[in-house]
Every structure is written in C-alpha cells, then in structure tokens.
C-alpha cells in the first residue's frame, strides 16, 4: 500500500499558433513575392501569440487550483 499522494501530470499542449502564424506568414510572402521576409514574420507573431496565451492559461489554472483550495 502507497501513502504518498499522486501528483497530478499536466498535459503538454503542441504550439499551435506557431503552425498558424507560418502559415500565414507563408501566404503574405508569396503575396509580397518575398517567402522567406514571411516565414519570419509568421514567425514571431505565431511565437508571441503562443507565449500570450500560454501565460493566459497558466494564470487562468493558477485560479481555478486557488478556488479549489479555498
């Protein structure tokens, strides 16, 4: 028998917006006749997106695990 408590395992989530934001990037470099210009910007705003609601969701968990507990 095991008294330790379980720990709980978060789920890893794959980047989602990054996929999004080169792919949007892609359409405006081809719109732009300059790929690679839009692969980067595709880039960074699907990186910054990602870490916007990344730090969203782990703020929004942080609340619900503090109503838990309260």
Avoid: C, F, W
């Amino acid at each position: 028998m095991n008294t330790e408590p379980t720990i709980e395992k978060k789920e890893k989530r794959p980047p989602r917006y990054i996929g999004a934001g080169l792919a949007i990037g892609v359409g405006v470099g081809v719109a732009m006749d300059n790929i690679a210009v839009g692969i980067a910007i595709g880039l960074a705003v699907g990186a910054a997106l990602e870490s916007y609601h990344k730090e969203k969701r782990e703020k929004q968990e942080d609340d619900d695990e503090s109503q838990e507990n309260d």
